[in-house]
């Protein structure tokens, strides 16, 4: 699959796969204070740790047909954020994720891209059901999986914070 393949449109933005030439633009977003709190546990990673993650998304293109996308808003022509399908917990396929520089936050934008990842996992990729988590203080995030039509299924310590899970079927 070429990123071409799997770059996501909407009305007001675009969602390009992520590439090794999008390292700065990625690093202002998951070295923001507000994303770095809730994604990474307030962690600031490096250039070395950015790359990874980085090379592991387009491995992950490569060989599954998802990862994370860089969210680009029409309206000021600015990266605003991020989303994607990422593996965690040991879970049995990817999770939904979305993080938007804070400027950008209350806009529908993380909606409006995470409903676009949706179809597409559903569509495409031919998932059943997705799920996603979200630090049980993050709002935000909470709103966003609510208007998707997301379900809370359980909310679980795990190091010692406490992560909320949702889950929408096909």
């Known amino acids: 699959m070429t990123q071409e393949d799997v770059e ?9 796969v992520t590439s090794e030439k999008d390292l700065s633009s990625f690093s202002k977003i998951i070295t923001n204070d507000y994303v770095r709190k809730y994604m990474f546990d ?28 860089l969210i680009k808003y029409n309206a000021s022509n600015s990266i605003v954020g991020m989303a ?5 917990f040991g879970e049995s396929q990817p999770q939904l994720l979305y993080a938007l520089l804070p400027e950008y936050v209350g806009n529908g934008i993380a909606t409006e891209a995470a409903r676009e990842i949706l179809m597409y996992s559903f569509d495409t990729l031919s998932f ?27 909310e679980e310590a795990i190091d010692g914070k406490p992560i909320t ?3 929408i079927e096909k």
Do not use: P
Request: hydrophobic share 40%.
């Open 128 to 154: 059943q059901y997705l799920t996603a988590s979200c630090d049980s203080t993050n709002a935000s995030s909470h709103k966003v999986a609510k208007r998707l039509g997301m379900v809370k299924i359980k």
């Open 8 to 16: 996501l449109i909407t009305d007001r933005l675009v969602l390009s």
């Open 42 to 69: 307030d962690e600031i990673l490096d250039v070395a740790q950015i790359q990874d993650i980085l090379s592991r998304s387009i491995q992950s293109f490569e060989r599954h047909g998802y990862g994370l996308w």
């Open 165 to 167: 899970f949702y889950r």
């Open 84 to 88: 994607g399908l990422w593996e965690f």
